[in-house]
């Protein structure tokens, strides 16, 4: 289970089952959890439609948000040779040979080495603040948002940036729109860092003193940069991640690559 929108972590306290005042607070989804709550009710479509799931704020201590319990699952079944999928309550079938191709080229993507600590941290910017103390020569980056484009448009070079050029881009596990957003912050980031001088002049802005670039009119080489997406997960097997983000990393993966970019992938784990 996963929120079904892209959601501001930095704003969520939690999620509870029911609206009840004595209801259990709850860090994350979980379809366990979820089933528990349900106590005797039997388990129909009708009560996953009409079960909602609350988001309460971390700033008001309030609802901020409700979803039917049926648009917060997410499933992968093989029926057959068929490949059908459940994302923010519709089925999708997936043609069999794209959906071998797609899980292939995810499993080609190499794991980064950088040595992100595990995640036992109220919220996602604590734990980017954190960061620079366990990996040592980096930077938080986070929240440092930088305009381009004109307009109100602006975007976050990245969550953590070392002086081994590595540029990390860090999100809680979510619904395939939740880690799309992620890539595509991480294609808009890296595009701009190598063909817009004042892009670059604007982050080096915000930078620390330590990890200013002397020329920000020169481009830099993408062939010596590496690009991180790095989620953050409960789960204890390796990272996986919904088959349409798969599709946004695959397709995130190829348009930094033909900069030259690397593109690594990491798990970053949840720990009580």
């Not at 600590?117 to 954190?130: I, L, T």
Request: charged residues 25%; glycine residues 6%.
């Amino acid at each position: 289970m996963a929120p079904p929108i892209v959601v501001d972590w930095v704003d969520i306290q939690g999620f509870k089952y029911s609206k009840a005042k004595s209801s259990d607070l709850k860090n994350d989804l979980d379809i366990q959890d979820f089933l528990s709550s349900l106590n005797t009710v039997d388990l129909t479509i009708g009560v996953l439609k009409s079960r909602l799931i609350y988001a309460i704020s971390s700033k008001a201590d309030s609802e901020i948000d409700r979803w039917s319990a049926y648009n917060c699952l997410y499933a992968e079944t093989v029926i057959g040779e068929r490949v059908f999928i459940l994302n923010q309550g519709k089925w999708y079938e997936v043609a069999g040979d794209f959906s071998k191709l797609v899980i292939q080229d995810y499993n080609a993507i190499p794991e980064s080495q950088i040595p992100l600590p595990h995640y036992a941290h109220a919220s996602e910017g604590e734990y980017n603040e954190y960061v620079p103390s366990v990996v040592g020569n980096a930077c938080c980056m986070d929240r440092k948002l930088v305009s381009y484009g004109g307009a109100h448009s602006t975007i976050e070079f990245c969550d953590v940036l070392t002086d081994t050029k590595q540029l990390v881009h860090i999100k809680r596990y979510g619904g395939s729109s939740h880690l799309s957003h992620l890539f595509n912050q991480g294609v808009v980031s890296g595009e701009l860092f190598v063909s817009d001088g004042k892009f670059r002049k604007s982050v080096n802005e915000k930078l620390p003193a330590a990890y200013k670039w002397a020329n920000t009119d020169e481009a830099p080489d993408p062939r010596e940069w590496e690009i991180i997406f790095a989620i953050i997960s409960k789960s204890n097997n390796a990272l996986d991640i919904p088959f349409f983000s798969k599709v946004a990393l695959r397709n995130a993966q190829r348009r930094l690559q033909s900069y030259g970019y690397k593109v690594r992938k990491k798990k970053i784990q949840i720990v009580p």
